[in-house]
């Protein structure tokens, strides 16, 4: 299995970490394109308004295996809308799955 | 030519109701393929695709199932799996539409125009008919102008209202944005176009729309307003341009592919002062009404009131079996005990103040004596601090950003499902009192829970109701299609029709509106569009 994942897991690891060095709360230039966010800006100003807020059930710092993460992303859960690559980037989603798989839970979250 | 290009728009017409009656799901699956446009072959579909991915690159069109799955997700009423797209193409701009749309003329390939495709409880980015390529302008996401002084902004569709908050927010620029309540995922553009709704003063969101650059269902590139004008400085400061206003026909329609849109910003007033109503009893209803409309008419209360039931306050936060045990019906004595516990009551109005300290303190004892006479109970942050609800709505009515309402989609099973229905009628007591009555006569039939509210506009009231289904139980989401049908028709015929709908019955809808009516629309669909390549089917259009 290691070796099988070792050369994908690699540059997404890579990815996740280049992307948690940028600000937090990257800003949107006049006139450009919105830039890649770091999983942190994606959970902040998407997943975490209904995860840990009572509507979603509380995601960070349960193990959700990044491939889970992924594939719910991409077809919505239950209440859960989808979420299309033209929203999260395919790159954007690789480092958040990750990031997700890997978080702690916060003490200020709650639902269920 | 127009020949043929009829017999194709009678072939589509043909598709609605022939796939809809002979219950034909489009459950996309290897082995069973979404079907086509009516009269397109596989080789024009593939070569349709073929083209889009010369335009916008492989990595950027969507055909196989898994890769169209999150455009096939909906909360809406669909049992016969009938609003599923075939794929998506997303253009990163102008040029690029422009292309693929004289790539659809071409194969004559429809497109489904969606800018942040998060149209919720109405069908997301579903189509209106099968065979749809989704036209997903999330990349074109450049907010391109923010005048301060003008309070203006210049938008691309795929820009969020979370993207304009933190651009404000961050270039400190004192202007507000007005959302409607899921405004972190959702876009001004979309939410514009189908005539979506906020809760500041600015709330009516196409009123605040000034210009628009818009790709015609031939390629062509137009402006509307003053935006054809070479150096004029007025595209967002003057709406109405010169000769027939057209900017309206490009909302609710299928007309063009909106690319940029001009809009109004509300400069931060120095004081916002937040309101709730508790009124205790449902009966209450016409009451709230006839207390708020002359404050609404006058624009003492300057933005779009919620009028919230308690049973749609509950659904936000609660479970329905925390209120009554699964299978029960949604009593009202145990609505009034739950309300009453979470500092609820039956209605729950939210407005607010905004100006200065003088002209708040100068209004507010008006307002009060208004709405205290009508037997409500007036509460501000002092009283209502930490109060979920309170804090969801006043974040609303100051144009900020939260999810709190998907909640919702969370009352009744695990499922998630969804439909709006939205009959408008004026603003009188007397035909809210009656709306009531007959909504909840209706969804109580076939077991589902009166979860709805009141948007009192200007003049006029929109009644939002949000039927909640589980969509994992087959039977209840069959349930959910006939009493949404039956809604739409009853109401109709009392004279209250929606203001907008759903992908699954916007042919009904059209139908109420007329013959007349219906017919102007399509003449102007087949001028500009002969081969029927937008969006068919939007709002009942062919
Ligand atoms: C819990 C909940 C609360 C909600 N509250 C509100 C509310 O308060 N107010 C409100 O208005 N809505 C509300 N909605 C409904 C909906 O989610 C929002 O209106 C949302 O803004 C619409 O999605 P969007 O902005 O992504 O628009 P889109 O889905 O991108 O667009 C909406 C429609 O407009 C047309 N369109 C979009 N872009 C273009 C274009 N560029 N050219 C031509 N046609 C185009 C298409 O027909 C498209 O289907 C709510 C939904 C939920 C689930």
């Given at each position: 299995?290691?070796?099988?994942?070792?050369?994908?897991?690699?540059?997404?690891?890579?990815?996740?970490?280049?992307?948690?060095?940028?600000?937090?709360?990257?800003?949107?230039?006049?006139?450009?394109?919105?830039e890649?966010?770091?999983?942190?800006?994606?959970?902040?100003?998407?997943?975490?308004?209904?995860?840990?807020?009572?509507?979603g059930?509380?995601?960070?710092?349960?193990?959700?295996?990044?491939?889970?993460?992924?594939?719910?992303?991409?077809?919505?859960?239950?209440?859960?809308?989808?979420?299309?690559?033209?929203?999260?980037?395919?790159?954007e989603?690789?480092?958040?799955?990750?990031?997700?798989?890997?978080?702690?839970?916060?003490?200020?979250?709650?639902?269920? | 030519?127009?020949?043929?290009?009829?017999?194709?728009?009678?072939?589509?017409?043909?598709?609605?109701?022939?796939?809809a009656?002979?219950?034909?799901?489009?459950?996309?699956?290897?082995?069973?393929?979404?079907?086509?446009?009516?009269?397109?072959?596989?080789?024009?579909?593939?070569?349709?695709?073929?083209?889009f991915?010369?335009?916008v690159?492989?990595?950027w069109?969507?055909?196989?199932?898994?890769?169209?799955?999150?455009y096939?997700?909906?909360?809406i009423p669909?049992?016969?799996?009938?609003?599923k797209?075939?794929?998506?193409?997303?253009?990163?701009?102008?040029?690029?539409?422009?292309?693929?749309?004289?790539?659809?003329?071409?194969?004559?390939?429809?497109?489904?125009?969606?800018?942040?495709?998060?149209?919720?409880?109405y069908?997301?980015?579903?189509?209106?008919?099968?065979?749809?390529?989704?036209?997903?302008?999330?990349?074109?996401?450049?907010?391109?102008?923010?005048?301060?002084?003008?309070?203006?902004?210049?938008?691309?569709?795929g820009?969020?209202?979370?993207?304009?908050?933190?651009?404000l927010?961050?270039?400190?620029?004192?202007?507000w944005?007005?959302?409607?309540?899921?405004?972190?995922?959702a876009?001004?553009?979309g939410?514009t176009?189908?005539r979506?709704?906020?809760?500041?003063?600015?709330?009516?969101?196409?009123?605040?729309?000034?210009?628009?650059?818009?790709?015609?269902?031939?390629?062509?590139?137009?402006?509307?307003?003053?935006?054809?004008?070479?150096?004029?400085?007025?595209?967002?400061?003057?709406?109405?341009?010169?000769?027939?206003?057209?900017?309206?026909?490009?909302?609710?329609?299928?007309?063009?592919?909106v690319?940029k849109?001009?809009?109004?910003?509300?400069?931060?007033?120095?004081v916002?002062?937040p309101?709730?109503?508790?009124?205790?009893?449902?009966?209450?209803?016409?009451?709230?009404?006839e207390?708020?409309?002359?404050?609404?008419?006058?624009?003492?209360?300057?933005?779009?009131?919620?009028?919230?039931s308690?049973?749609?306050?509950?659904?936000?936060?609660?479970?329905?079996?925390?209120i009554?045990p699964d299978?029960?019906?949604?009593?009202?004595?145990?609505?009034?005990?739950?309300?009453?516990?979470?500092?609820?009551?039956m209605?729950?109005?939210?407005?607010?103040?905004?100006?200065?300290?003088?002209?708040?303190?100068?209004?507010?004892?008006?307002?009060?004596?208004?709405?205290?006479?009508?037997?409500?109970?007036?509460?501000?942050?002092?009283?209502?601090e930490?109060?979920?609800?309170?804090?969801?709505?006043?974040?609303?009515?100051?144009?900020?950003?939260?999810?709190?309402?998907?909640?919702?989609?969370?009352?009744?099973?695990?499922?998630g499902?969804?439909?709006?229905?939205?009959?408008?009628?004026?603003?009188?007591?007397?035909?809210a009192?009656?709306?009531?009555?007959l909504?909840?006569?209706?969804?109580?039939?076939y077991?589902f829970d009166?979860?709805?509210?009141?948007?009192?506009?200007?003049?006029?009231?929109?009644?939002?109701?949000?039927l909640?289904?589980?969509?994992?139980?087959?039977?209840?989401?069959?349930?959910?299609?006939?009493?949404?049908?039956?809604?739409?028709?009853?109401?109709?015929?009392?004279?209250?029709?929606?203001?907008?709908?759903?992908?699954?019955s916007?042919?009904?809808?059209?139908?109420q509106?007329?013959?007349?009516?219906?017919?102007?629309?399509?003449?102007?669909?087949?001028?500009?569009?002969?081969?029927?390549?937008?969006?068919?089917?939007?709002?009942?259009?062919?």
């Amino acid at each position: 299995m290691k070796r099988i994942f070792g050369p994908i897991l690699a540059p997404t690891l890579a990815v996740a970490a280049m992307a948690c060095a940028a600000p937090l709360l990257a800003s949107q230039k006049l006139g450009e394109t919105q830039e890649l966010r770091a999983p942190e800006a994606v959970y902040a100003k998407t997943c975490g308004y209904c995860h840990g807020r009572n509507v979603g059930p509380i995601i960070l710092g349960r193990a959700i295996p990044a491939d889970t993460v992924k594939y719910i992303v991409r077809h919505g859960q239950n209440g859960m809308p989808a979420f299309r690559p033209t929203e999260v980037k395919p790159s954007e989603l690789d480092a958040l799955a990750l990031w997700i798989e890997k978080s702690t839970a916060r003490s200020g979250e709650h639902g269920q | 030519m127009s020949e043929i290009n009829m017999d194709r728009r009678g072939l589509l017409g043909a598709g609605i109701i022939g796939a809809a009656s002979l219950g034909l799901g489009t459950g996309a699956s290897a082995k069973n393929p979404a079907p086509l446009a009516p009269g397109l072959t596989k080789a024009d579909f593939s070569g349709a695709m073929k083209a889009f991915r010369g335009v916008v690159g492989a990595e950027w069109v969507f055909g196989d199932e898994d890769a169209v799955a999150p455009y096939t997700k909906t909360y809406i009423p669909d049992p016969n799996g009938y609003h599923k797209p075939v794929g998506a193409v997303c253009p990163e701009s102008v040029e690029q539409v422009q292309e693929i749309v004289r790539i659809a003329n071409t194969y004559r390939q429809p497109l489904w125009t969606v800018s942040t495709g998060k149209n919720m409880g109405y069908g997301m980015t579903a189509p209106a008919t099968p065979g749809q390529v989704v036209l997903d302008l999330k990349r074109m996401n450049r907010i391109l102008e923010v005048d301060a002084d003008l309070g203006t902004c210049l938008l691309e569709p795929g820009v969020t209202y979370q993207q304009l908050k933190d651009y404000l927010v961050e270039n400190n620029i004192p202007l507000w944005i007005d959302v409607p309540t899921v405004g972190p995922i959702a876009s001004p553009v979309g939410n514009t176009l189908d005539r979506g709704v906020g809760y500041t003063p600015y709330g009516e969101h196409f009123m605040f729309q000034c210009g628009m650059e818009v790709v015609l269902p031939d390629g062509q590139l137009m402006r509307t307003g003053m935006g054809s004008i070479k150096g004029s400085t007025a595209w967002q400061a003057f709406k109405w341009g010169y000769g027939p206003y057209v900017d309206g026909l490009f909302t609710q329609s299928n007309y063009g592919v909106v690319t940029k849109m001009g809009l109004w910003l509300m400069p931060k007033p120095p004081v916002y002062k937040p309101f709730m109503v508790r009124h205790p009893n449902m009966e209450d209803t016409p009451k709230i009404i006839e207390a708020m409309r002359p404050l609404r008419v006058s624009s003492l209360v300057a933005n779009c009131n919620l009028m919230m039931s308690a049973s749609y306050q509950l659904a936000m936060f609660k479970r329905r079996n925390e209120i009554v045990p699964d299978g029960a019906p949604l009593d009202e004595v145990s609505l009034k005990k739950a309300a009453k516990a979470n500092g609820l009551g039956m209605w729950n109005t939210y407005f607010a103040l905004y100006g200065t300290e003088q002209t708040v303190a100068a209004i507010e004892p008006i307002i009060r004596a208004q709405l205290t006479a009508s037997g409500g109970e007036v509460m501000t942050a002092a009283e209502m601090e930490g109060n979920p609800w309170f804090h969801h709505h006043s974040t609303l009515m100051e144009g900020g950003l939260n999810l709190d309402e998907i909640g919702l989609l969370r009352w009744r099973g695990a499922g998630g499902g969804l439909a709006w229905f939205a009959p408008v009628a004026a603003a009188r007591g007397i035909e809210a009192e009656r709306q009531t009555a007959l909504a909840k006569e209706i969804v109580e039939k076939y077991g589902f829970d009166y979860t709805a509210a009141y948007a009192i506009g200007w003049r006029d009231l929109h009644h939002i109701l949000a039927l909640l289904f589980d969509k994992s139980d087959a039977e209840e989401h069959r349930k959910a299609d006939a009493c949404y049908r039956e809604l739409v028709t009853r109401f109709g015929a009392q004279g209250w029709a929606s203001y907008r709908t759903g992908v699954n019955s916007m042919e009904l809808v059209a139908q109420q509106y007329g013959s007349v009516n219906r017919e102007f629309n399509a003449k102007i669909k087949h001028a500009l569009d002969p081969n029927g390549i937008l969006a068919p089917g939007k709002s009942g259009i062919m």
